[in-house]
């Protein structure tokens, strides 16, 4: 069985900073393309980030140069490090995996950017 389980959310004022952390029972994290995914107030899924399945990492436009991806030594947890935050980056947000064509996710995690 997976589990998927998003972390790391919470009320931040602009310009700070959080890191998001997506874990997964087992070890498939460490072949599997995770993306992060975000729900703002519109109720649409905006795609954040992509780390694949070999190391690559690739960004939207709207947060490049701001979030990083990354994956630890363990291969259990991937990270969303968010940095410079903005009103607009408020949403809630998950983690999808990807394994061997499974598709898992969690229950996300509720990031707030005000004053």
Known sequence: QVQITESGGGLVQPGGSLRLSCA????????????????????????????GGYGSSS???????????????????????????????????????NSYDNLYWGQGTQVTVSS
């Open 59 to 97: 960004y939207a436009d709207s947060v490049k140069g701001r979030f990083t991806i990354s994956r630890d030594n363990t291969k259990t947890m991937v990270y969303l490090q968010m940095n410079n935050l903005k009103p607009e980056d408020t949403g809630v947000y998950y983690c999808l995996v």
């Open 24 to 51: 997964a029972s087992g070890t498939i994290l460490g072949t599997a393309i995770v993306k992060w995914y975000r729900q703002g107030s519109g109720r649409q899924h905006e795609w954040v980030a992509t780390m």
